[in-house]
């Protein structure tokens, strides 16, 4: 049998919390889509690897984005 590495659990709560994410960006940009509004920022407290999930799926949703700012400022800008 397999056993599981050491922080396999601190590994699972990651990978949940990152789904998570990922399904509430996935609405937020679903509803900016059906929306009037032509820009949605999201906010700076996002981590590097947040930030790369929103340019994910906004790219698949054919969304123009961008990230600005730098350092703990950076953010990202998400346009139809």
């Given at each position: ?5 050491s ?10 919390a990152?789904?998570?994410f990922?399904e ?57």
């Amino acid at each position: 049998s397999y056993r599981q590495k050491s922080g396999g659990a601190a590994k699972n709560k990651t990978n949940n919390a990152e789904n998570k994410f990922l399904e509430e960006t996935q609405k937020k940009l679903d509803e900016f889509l059906k929306s009037e509004k032509t820009e949605i920022s999201f906010p700076s407290s996002l981590n590097s690897k947040q930030r790369q999930i929103v340019h994910q799926i906004a790219d698949q949703m054919n969304l123009e984005h961008i990230s600005v700012g730098s350092g703990d400022k950076r953010a990202v800008s998400v346009r139809k």
